[in-house]
């Protein structure tokens, strides 16, 4: 059969473009950006009414790529806001980002909870982490990449075995860090803390930090060395992440530290604080959840379980600046719940908004209760970036287990939990609330 011509200027189009491509294969991977978006102004307190709705589990994750919004958890099922008709989308589900309409070609069929997304840099594809070991009927053992329109398995990537649960992982240029309660990485320690190559999966030994120290309580209560939630400044170069352990690279570093990734290979930072040394809980050896750095990657915020105790930070939300990197390093701030515990945190530039199943913020002196000048704020709430006092914004949601997700894009804040209200209104367990 004869081939078909195309007219020169197809030819020339068709060559320029093979030549754009040879040079972004040879150019080097743009930085990661910051997972949430600057606002000007806080949200609105009125959820938009097109949210569809997950009917069970948790929604622990939500990303935007383009105009479609994944939602991530353990729920299994799902429906569009406006319909009675139940779909099967586990623990993985793609909406559109403007009517919230499910998308039914996107199925990726995850066997079992997603803790982690992130988007691949050209957008086409995801990765997803968590305590699945399957995508698709075919063996994932926690870490897999989907293609972002279908949810089919991307070719190529095989990612190095991990015998534990990912709970948090950012794309830096060509490694995926990856955070979680895993010990080994394709059989070599690895406690916690890795990197794999984006493009194949393969373990990538240029995040090693050496994670070490369990902690335990004056009860006895320990658990394994896990990072609970990390994230990377929008140039790429600051790695925080927060989780049970006391020391990095042979380097004390209670529940909290900062790496440089700056270089080849992953490096400890001397930015250091000892203000999580301290216990909270009996019952809990580590009490830190979740961490934000802020747009402009010079601060940052982390979250805090663990009960009321005077002089400490447990059930707080506390500013620390990224500054020098030397040691003793203080909040700027604390914001204290009074003894409930927040779980996830996003700063737009306007806010700093924390989720949990807390009842009050600006109480310092409540223990279980209102204390003088405590704010009822319940599920969720909104911290002036530079006072730490609540603002007045309080839209209310239901409090359950707790607010896991909190994410902001350019049109407004997404909200996951495993509660069905807010703002008065069913909205099971993912709202949207818009800028005004």
């Given at each position: 059969?004869t081939?078909?011509?195309?007219?020169?200027?197809?030819?020339?189009?068709?060559?320029?473009?093979?030549?754009l491509?040879?040079?972004?294969?040879?150019?080097?991977?743009?930085?990661?950006?910051?997972?949430?978006?600057?606002?000007?102004?806080?949200?609105?307190?009125?959820?938009?009414?097109?949210?569809?709705?997950?009917?069970?589990?948790?929604?622990?994750?939500?990303?935007?790529?383009?105009?479609?919004?994944y939602?991530?958890?353990?729920?299994?099922?799902?429906?569009?806001?406006?319909?009675?008709?139940?779909?099967?989308?586990?623990?993985?589900?793609?909406?559109?980002?403007?009517?919230?309409?499910?998308?039914?070609?996107?199925?990726?069929?995850?066997?079992?909870?997603?803790?982690?997304?992130?988007?691949?840099?050209?957008?086409?594809?995801?990765?997803?982490?968590?305590?699945?070991?399957?995508?698709?009927?075919?063996?994932?053992?926690?870490?897999?990449?989907?293609?972002?329109?279908?949810?089919?398995?991307?070719?190529?990537?095989?990612?190095?075995?991990?015998?534990?649960?990912?709970?948090?992982?950012?794309?830096?240029?060509?490694?995926?860090?990856?955070?979680?309660?895993?010990?080994?990485?394709?059989?070599?320690?690895?406690?916690?803390?890795?990197?794999?190559?984006?493009?194949?999966?393969?373990?990538?030994?240029?995040?090693?930090?050496r994670?070490?120290?369990?902690?335990?309580?004056?009860?006895?209560?320990?658990?394994?060395?896990?990072?609970?939630?990390?994230?990377?400044?929008?140039?790429?170069?600051?790695?925080?992440?927060?989780?049970?352990f006391?020391?990095?690279?042979?380097?004390?570093?209670?529940?909290?530290?900062?790496?440089?990734?700056?270089?080849?290979?992953?490096?400890?930072?001397?930015?250091?604080?000892?203000?999580?040394?301290?216990?909270?809980?009996?019952?809990?050896?580590?009490?830190?959840?979740?961490?934000?750095?802020?747009?402009?990657?010079?601060?940052?915020?982390?979250?805090?379980?663990?009960?009321?105790?005077?002089?400490?930070?447990?059930?707080?939300?506390?500013?620390?600046?990224?500054?020098?990197?030397?040691?003793?390093?203080?909040?700027?701030?604390?914001?204290?719940?009074?003894?409930?515990?927040?779980?996830?945190?996003?700063?737009?530039?306007?806010a700093?908004?924390?989720?949990?199943?807390?009842?009050?913020?600006?109480?310092?002196?409540?223990?279980?209760?209102?204390?003088p000048?405590?704010?009822?704020?319940?599920?969720?709430?909104?911290?002036?970036?530079?006072?730490?006092?609540?603002?007045?914004?309080?839209?209310?949601?239901?409090?359950?287990?707790?607010?896991?997700?909190?994410?902001?894009?350019?049109?407004?804040l997404?909200?996951?939990?495993?509660?069905?209200?807010?703002?008065?209104?069913?909205?099971a367990?993912?709202?949207?609330?818009?800028?005004?």
């Amino acid at each position: 059969m004869t081939p078909s011509r195309h007219p020169p200027h197809q030819t020339r189009a068709r060559a320029a473009g093979a030549l754009l491509a040879a040079l972004a294969v040879a150019l080097p991977a743009a930085p990661a950006h910051a997972v949430n978006a600057t606002h000007t102004t806080v949200v609105g307190v009125q959820p938009a009414a097109w949210t569809p709705h997950a009917l069970d589990g948790t929604v622990y994750r939500i990303l935007q790529i383009g105009s479609r919004v994944y939602l991530a958890g353990s729920f299994t099922k799902v429906r569009n806001a406006d319909s009675t008709a139940q779909l099967a989308r586990p623990r993985l589900v793609a909406i559109d980002a403007t009517t919230g309409r499910i998308d039914t070609t996107f199925n990726p069929a995850v066997n079992g909870t997603v803790k982690a997304l992130a988007a691949s840099a050209d957008g086409r594809s995801l990765y997803l982490g968590g305590a699945f070991t399957t995508v698709g009927g075919v063996a994932a053992p926690r870490v897999a990449r989907v293609d972002a329109v279908t949810g089919a398995r991307v070719a190529g990537f095989a990612p190095a075995v991990l015998n534990n649960q990912v709970n948090d992982m950012r794309l830096v240029g060509d490694r995926l860090v990856v955070g979680g309660a895993f010990q080994t990485v394709g059989g070599v320690t690895r406690r916690a803390l890795a990197a794999l190559n984006a493009t194949t999966g393969a373990a990538d030994a240029s995040v090693d930090l050496r994670l070490d120290g369990p902690r335990v309580t004056s009860s006895g209560v320990t658990a394994p060395v896990k990072v609970e939630a990390l994230d990377v400044s929008a140039d790429g170069r600051r790695l925080v992440f927060v989780g049970n352990f006391s020391s990095v690279a042979g380097q004390a570093r209670h529940q909290l530290a900062v790496a440089n990734l700056t270089g080849a290979v992953a490096t400890l930072s001397g930015w250091s604080t000892i203000r999580y040394q301290p216990q909270c809980s009996r019952n809990t050896p580590t009490y830190l959840r979740g961490v934000d750095i802020s747009p402009d990657g010079t601060w940052f915020v982390a979250v805090t379980t663990g009960a009321a105790f005077p002089g400490t930070l447990c059930d707080t939300a506390s500013r620390f600046e990224f500054g020098a990197e030397t040691a003793g390093a203080q909040p700027t701030w604390a914001n204290y719940t009074g003894g409930d515990t927040l779980l996830s945190v996003a700063i737009t530039g306007a806010a700093v908004y924390v989720g949990g199943h807390q009842r009050w913020l600006d109480n310092p002196q409540g223990r279980d209760s209102a204390g003088p000048g405590a704010v009822s704020r319940p599920g969720i709430g909104a911290i002036h970036p530079t006072t730490g006092r609540a603002l007045a914004w309080n839209p209310t949601k239901d409090r359950g287990v707790g607010t896991a997700e909190l994410y902001a894009t350019d049109r407004g804040l997404w909200v996951g939990s495993d509660t069905v209200t807010v703002a008065g209104e069913y909205h099971a367990r993912v709202a949207f609330l818009p800028l005004p």
